[in-house]
């Protein structure tokens, strides 16, 4: 299922989507429907460049960060402890890749390090496995606390879910890890163009517990980066990388809206 769910998010963004319909274009032409191959093509690339703008990626994630901006750690509430989601750093694979990778979204790791530091939580819940096919390597939660550890967290104060692959599964197993501790407030640590997925998600999980969830959102993307130029209405790589990551969390949450109603 996990799989399955992670390619159909594959094949609805942006870049898959528009190769799809590029070939399927191509394929109407080849069969004499040339009207309809031409326009479904000129759509196809029509979407392609608007994804691809700063603009579109830039009103796409906005919209999502701006739920939960981040705080700076000092104005951060304080907590029980911290849940750390998974996505900011992979396991080194020596020989070849000796080193724990940092990834774009590793300011959550960072920010995780920061609030403990400062005494905004006493436990970090580190929630991260490997993806489907990778059950070879050390778990993602494994390489957060070799990182945590070097910014000074000590080894007893972190918890460790090396078992789950996407937001869902990291809600269930931060219960079981989050009620061991004993903490009643506790600190959702992730990117903020996530964290209007992973709060749903985490607010359902911890429904009937008891525990308080309180957003610490970090590795904001829009905040004082607005468009300002005719440039970026150009294609960019990097904007389309960001709109690809923004409308997967829109399918997010409406895939958890669904879930609500009984749907599916």
Known sequence: ???????????????????????????????????????????????????STPWLAWALTERLERQYPPLAVEATPRADAAVVLGGAVSAAQPPDKPQVHLSSSADR?????LLYRAGKARWLVLSGGNQPGYEHLTPEAEAMRQILQVMGVPGPAMRLDARSSNTRENAGYSVKLVQQIGARRVLLVT????????????????????????????DARTFG????????????VNALALS?????????????????????
């Open 1 to 51: 299922m996990v799989t399955l769910t992670k390619f159909i998010g594959w094949l609805v963004s942006p870049l898959p989507l528009a190769v799809v319909g590029g070939l399927l274009a191509l394929v109407l032409v080849w069969r004499g429907w040339r009207r309809a191959g031409g326009w479904l093509g000129a759509l196809c690339l029509a979407a392609l460049w608007g994804a």
């Open 225 to 236: 980066n607005a468009p300002d130029s005719a440039w970026d209405l150009l294609p960019d």
């Open 191 to 218: 990117s903020a163009l996530h964290m209007p997925r992973a709060m749903a998600i985490f607010q359902t999980a911890f429904r009937g517990t008891g525990v308080t969830l309180i957003a610490a959102a970090t």
């Open 244 to 264: 690809s990551r923004a409308i997967k969390e829109y399918l997010g949450l409406l895939q958890v809206w669904l879930l609500s109603k009984g749907v599916l």
């Open 109 to 113: 790791v960072w920010h995780a390090g």
